[in-house]
């Protein structure tokens, strides 16, 4: 079924970590945000396709492909798309440079994002400010599987809520935000990546990785964090004005959940009685 008009037209539009492959991964929420806006750029700022994953165990639903049919419709309906591989779609960093493109898509290890206002924004994935990543790969394959157990216990929580017509909450997130450690190691990141883009001179930064979504000023630069599309579904938008805003469609979904029971309840309470 081809997609409604949109409702909504960005200037800019940022993804990352989308991990079609992996069976957790909300490729449902993501196609219906994606049938929902149009963008002059559309920036994935790596882990698209979840190499790791699919080395493991083979796992691709026809919802993974509606995904990237409708990113490849909007590069044939004229938005330019840059894809900035991560590590667990490191296959495609070997192919990636200024000249490398495939079906409109432009395939590079980094990009630059000029703002409407004039801001400059060094796009990177950022698991090379990682040190579990970058120096032991092991441990961090070690940290994906028992991610993969969070995630597993994430998907039999939100069957069972929508079992009870309730939508998606992300009890993953909520139990990694509650590890005091975890914590410390997003706060690391955001000022190691904040660090490279002042030293680069940038006016700021924006990345995925770490599945956590944020907008903050980290010692004068602007750090952005597109989150995810596992745990967060979320999406970085800069609009016609150069504002930039984050996109918490799990929470949009919610709230589309609840408008029908706001609206039923005055007529519950005006119904005649017996």
């Known amino acids: 079924m081809p997609p409604s008009p949109a409702q909504h037209r960005y ?5 990352s970590d989308t991990h079609l492959g992996m069976r957790g991964n909300r490729a449902d929420l993501l196609l219906d945000f994606l049938n929902q806006v149009e963008c002059d750029d559309l920036y994935l700022i790596g882990d698209i396709v979840d190499g790791w994953r699919l080395r493991r165990s083979w796992y691709w639903d026809p919802m993974h492909d509606q995904v990237i049919r409708r990113v490849l419709a909007m590069a044939r309906a004229g938005t330019r798309v840059t894809y ?17 493109a495939v079906a409109g898509v432009n395939l590079v290890l980094e990009a630059t994002h000029v703002a409407a206002d004039g801001r400059r924004f060094l796009l990177i994935h950022g698991d090379e400010f990682d040190s579990v990543v970058r120096y032991a790969t092991l441990l961090a394959h070690l940290g994906d599987w028992a991610y993969d157990a969070a995630l597993a216990l994430n998907r039999w929580f939100n069957a069972a809520r929508r079992r009870l017509g309730y939508p998606y909450w992300s009890l993953s997130q909520w139990l990694k935000r509650q590890v005091k450690g975890a914590v410390k190691a997003i706060d690391r990141f955001e000022v190691a990546l904040a660090e490279e883009a002042r030293r680069r001179g940038f006016d700021g930064v924006i990345c995925g990785h770490i599945h956590h979504a944020e907008m903050r000023m980290v010692n004068g630069i602007a750090y952005m964090n597109d989150g995810d599309w596992v745990e967060s579904c979320s999406a970085l938008v800069e609009h016609a004005d150069g504002r930039f805003e984050l996109i918490d469609w799990a929470a949009e979904q919610r709230r589309r959940h609840a408008a029908p029971r706001a609206l039923s309840a005055p007529a519950l309470a005006a119904a005649p009685g017996p």
């Not at 200037?11 to 993804?15: I, V």
């Open 11 to 15: 200037r800019a539009l940022f993804l």
């Open 84 to 100: 900035i591989p991560g590590n667990h779609d490191e296959v495609f960093r070997d192919w990636a440079g200024p000249e490398f």
